[in-house]
């Protein structure tokens, strides 16, 4: 077990909290660095992994931070994405249409957020998968501008003389693009907005006594949760070369979702650990094919049953996803041999009280 | 002088009138305490008075400010700070977060400097953590400092959420039944603390209590209610002795 002396409030303030931290998130950021060396197909799912977890990121802002469910996110994915196709046809240089795609994904976040000023749990979840049938829908029909079905090609990214024409270049700019956000959304957990969200997650009413201004506060989260996702739309654009409609559909918004479930939902490991999931999930269903049975390997819909087996047995077995599962392996290591067996039993509460709405 | 001067104040939920014509006023200082049956509307009374709901008529003027007038999330900022009858605080955020967020109507930095941590964010953050310290020291939490409230015995919830009302460093504070669910021991010492907060604090409180052994330890006034009116107020003594209070609620 590691005990922390503290001598300073700095201390608990710091995003590094002591020395094993930042062993490990050093040979973290090494290995990272390193990455390009792999074979070019683990190259290029690893930028997917980076694209996945920016949006993990912000999804979980949204609701593991704030509470506040969304199934359409995917269309803020689309709105980042087709900004930036679009915008980058037009020649607009890539710095600015990548703030545009974030700026315009924060305003689509703003205006599906003022509903949820007034709904709650599975209302906003409807709310916000219309949202996601309405930008689809517009993306399909508005066809002087997003070509409809026929969708655009996005070609690759130019910032002056430098082109983003190799896959390891890509990832280096989806990876930066990750750790600056990571970085922002811890600094912004640290401060009063931050706590506002947990605080709104868990009681709005004692939320609104302590001066947290409700209606603000939610439209903060929805705005930065879509500016998020926005530029990792921009950044798919890029990777996935040719974009239409029919990607961004209520199955990516589920899969989204499932995502910073399984992974862990309130933590931002949570976020980076379920896209690992997601993009690693189908590469083993892949392999594992070879060795299955012919009656199991080459059934149809194999990986949307693995994908719902394994939702159903973290909720389950697991509410707190992979990363609650780690906690739990590492504090076993760490207070090893004296590890209880119901250290992490879930208890029961007994008292329920009605709560103020 | 009074700090805040309720007149005439009143609701109605449909037909019900759960506050009707209520009327008192709380002088700086003291220890106000508001008493009746269930249902008598004492929580009503916090309830308009935290602006969770909007009165039908009547005023409430805090200091010069007409209270019906402000919102809802201005009023921790104006001075009132409370905690509530089935505790409502932040389950899944540690004791040190929950009196964190009771700073939160105190700071003015911006999105864009908290995203990028800027030094007054980190100044204002060190501030505020003396604050809470404070309120630490005073209520004894050290020991719970970084416990999750989630795993809190209900004890300890009701300290750290009257803790986390004092860190807002409230004027008036608002207590909604401190001593419900308490054990004796435990109501002693929420005898102590009150008294505390009255002396050494000067923070003027106005609470809703059943237990009368702790009415009469610490209010200097008190104001029964029953189906939303007054039926009497007074020091302790005189409202205990009222013979309308003990066929209303203390019976004989």
Not at chain 2, 124 to 140: G, P, Q, S, T
């Amino acid at each position: 077990m590691r005990f922390i002396f503290k001598t300073t409030y700095e201390q608990d303030i710091r995003l590094v909290k002591h020395g094993g931290q930042a062993f490990w998130y050093g040979l973290l950021g090494l290995a990272l660095a390193a990455a390009p060396l792999l074979p070019e197909y683990y190259l290029s799912q690893l930028t997917f992994v980076c694209i996945y977890a920016l949006v993990g990121v912000g999804l979980m802002l949204l609701t593991g931070y704030t509470g506040q469910i969304s199934l359409g996110h995917a269309a803020f994915l689309a709105v980042g994405a087709y900004t930036e196709a679009v915008l980058q046809a037009k020649g607009v240089p890539f710095g600015v249409s990548l703030l545009a795609a974030g700026a315009l994904a924060g305003l689509a976040g703003i205006v599906i957020g003022l509903p949820a000023l007034r709904l709650t749990g599975i209302y906003l979840a409807i709310a916000t998968i219309a949202f996601g049938f309405s930008v689809q829908e517009v993306l399909t029909r508005w066809e002087s501008v997003t070509r409809g079905n026929s969708g655009i090609t996005v070609k690759s990214i130019s910032v002056g003389w430098f082109q983003f024409d190799a896959e390891w270049k890509l990832y280096y700019l989806t990876l930066g693009m990750l750790l600056i956000s990571i970085l922002a959304i811890l600094n912004l957990l640290r401060a009063p907005t931050g706590r506002a969200f947990v605080a709104i997650r868990d009681s709005e009413i004692s939320a609104q006594s302590m001066g947290i201004h409700l209606a603000r506060t939610k439209t903060t989260a929805f705005a930065l949760s879509a500016a998020l996702t926005g530029i990792a739309g921009a950044l798919y654009a890029h990777k996935l070369v040719f974009i239409s409609p029919e990607q961004f559909g209520i199955l990516l918004s589920i899969e989204l979702a499932m995502m910073i479930f399984i992974g862990g939902i309130g933590s931002l490991h949570g976020a980076v650990y379920g896209a690992v999931f997601l993009i690693a999930l189908p590469q083993l269903i892949a392999v594992m094919k070879d060795h299955l049975p012919a009656a199991i390997g080459h059934q149809t819909g194999l990986e949307p049953t693995v994908f719902g087996l394994i939702m159903v047995l973290v909720i389950l077995f697991e509410p707190l996803g992979i990363y609650g599962r780690w906690l739990k392996v590492r504090y076993y290591l760490e207070t090893f041999p004296l590890y209880k067996k119901d250290s992490f039993r879930r208890q029961k509460t007994f008292m329920k009280s009605e709560r103020l709405r | 002088m009074s700090l805040l001067r309720v007149e005439n104040l009143s609701i109605a939920f449909g037909g019900v009138k759960a506050v009707d014509g209520v009327g008192f006023e709380v002088s700086e200082g003291e220890v106000f305490t508001i008493i009746g049956p269930n249902g008598a509307g004492k929580t009503t009374v916090f309830n308009l008075i935290s602006r969770i709901y909007p009165p039908t008529s009547g005023r409430m003027l805090f200091g010069d400010t007409a209270l019906e007038r402000v919102a809802p999330h201005r009023v921790a900022g104006l001075g009132i700070a409370r905690t509530f009858q089935n505790i409502e605080l932040f389950e899944h955020a540690t004791v040190l977060d929950n009196l964190l967020i009771g700073r939160h109507c105190h700071r003015a930095t911006g999105l864009l400097a908290e995203l990028f941590f800027l030094p007054k964010v980190r100044e204002a953050e060190l501030a505020d953590r003396e604050a809470v310290e404070k309120v630490i020291d005073l209520l004894d939490l050290a020991h719970y400092r970084e416990a999750r409230v989630a795993g809190l015995p209900y004890g300890v919830r009701k300290v750290v959420e009257l803790a986390r009302a004092l860190a807002v460093r409230p004027k008036l504070l608002l207590l909604d039944e401190p001593s419900s669910g308490l054990n004796t021991e435990e109501t002693d010492d929420m005898v102590w603390w009150i008294r505390d907060i009255k002396e050494e604090l000067g923070i003027t409180v106005l609470m809703i209590e059943h237990d009368m052994s702790l009415v009469g330890r610490v209010s200097d006034r008190v104001l029964a209610l029953n189906y939303g009116k007054v039926i009497a107020s007074g020091t302790p003594a005189e409202v205990q002795g009222h013979p309308e209070v003990i066929e209303a609620y203390l019976g004989a």
